[in-house]
């Protein structure tokens, strides 16, 4: 793997310079031996200024809320009175002295 790794790349080497090019003047030089580079003019793009859009004033739109819901709740349920007993006249006392 390495020796045909060298020789590839020892082949490349010595084939380099036969790809160089050998510094003329654009495609055809040696064909027409009154060749000349033709000058090439840029021109930059125009530039266009649009003016800005025309802003007119409209009133901001109406807002329209809905109205609130009706909510219809059942009346309140409360329990019945809860009927209050007459004192007794018994009464229990304990008492532990420590």
Known sequence: MLKKLILAAAGLALAVPAFAHAGG????HYRNPHFHPRPVFVHPRPVVVMPPPRVFYAPPAPVYYAPPPVVYRPAPVY?????????SGI??????PL
């Open 25 to 28: 003047h654009g495609w055809g």
């Open 79 to 87: 329990a019945a009175p809860v009927p209050v007993l007459p004192p």
């Open 91 to 96: 009464s229990i006392r304990l008492h532990f």
